[in-house]
């Protein structure tokens, strides 16, 4: 199974920009870079993905290093609403069925 | 209009017993997942089922038994409820094959064995 590393928490401060890194230095060619979050009390949410460009939604944006071995969720204006379990997630190609969650990083957002 | 909806949202039972959790989501996928979160938050996936065929099986006792009468419902039986199934326990649907595929969760069932 891809695995993945990540810091256990960080903090940040409202409206102020947070950069979540993620390393992934076993990553196939294949594994799609999928990010989710879990809000308290919730089941985990699609945040964003990429392959091997860099990606802007409307929730964040993802930077993928040029070696892929690595990767960051940019949220550009932190808000309380954003304080979450953040996972980053390897997933093979598409219809392998196989999820693998880390240990994610804890957001803390502070006003 | 709750796209995956699981049932009940808390659970508490004694040991021994034999409960069920129910899926459905109204996505139109076509895969559907079990997944437990114990008291530490980590997030295993124990079931995954495609097309109503059983895909994933992570080494999960045999007492739960995950049923998929149909594409939008995958529904988990646990037999024999023991201390350690103590747990929140998710659904989630994707649809598989697509390049944008991504996975949709429930909000979960908190399941407590006394």
């Known amino acids: 199974d891809a695995k993945t590393t990540q810091p256990n928490s960080m903090e940040s401060n409202e409206e102020e920009p947070v950069h979540l890194p993620c390393n992934h230095s076993?990553?196939?060619?294949?594994?799609?870079i999928h990010w989710y979050r879990q809000l308290p009390s919730q089941g985990p949410e699609y945040v964003i993905h990429?392959?091997?460009s860099n990606v802007n939604n409307r929730m964040a944006s993802l930077a993928i290093a040029e070696d892929r071995k690595s990767s960051t969720l940019i949220l550009h204006r932190a808000t309380l609403r954003d304080a979450a379990v953040y996972y980053c997630?390897?997933?093979?190609?598409?219809?392998?069925?196989?999820?693998?969650f880390g240990t994610g990083t804890r957001l803390k957002v502070l006003a | 209009d709750t796209a995956v909806s699981q049932t009940p949202k808390y659970l508490v039972t004694q040991m021994g017993n034999d409960k069920s959790i129910k899926c459905e989501q109204n996505?139109?996928?076509?895969?559907m997942y079990w997944y437990k979160q114990d008291s530490k938050k980590f997030l295993k996936i124990m079931f995954s089922?495609?097309?109503?065929?059983?895909?994933i099986n992570e080494t999960v006792p045999n007492r739960f038994s995950p049923k998929s009468p149909d594409k939008a419902h995958l529904n988990l039986h646990i037999n024999s409820l023991e201390l350690g199934d103590s747990a929140v326990y998710f659904c989630?649907?994707?649809?598989?094959?697509?390049?944008?595929?991504?996975?949709?969760f429930g909000s979960g069932t908190q399941l407590s064995v006394l």
């Open positions: 089922y495609n097309n109503k065929e059983l895909i």
């Open positions: 076993t990553i196939s060619g294949t594994d799609y």
């Open positions: 989630a649907s994707s649809q598989a094959g697509a390049t944008n595929e991504k996975l949709f």
């Open positions: 990429g392959l091997t």
């Open positions: 997630i390897l997933r093979d190609v598409p219809g392998t069925y196989k999820y693998i």
């Open positions: 996505l139109g996928h076509d895969t």
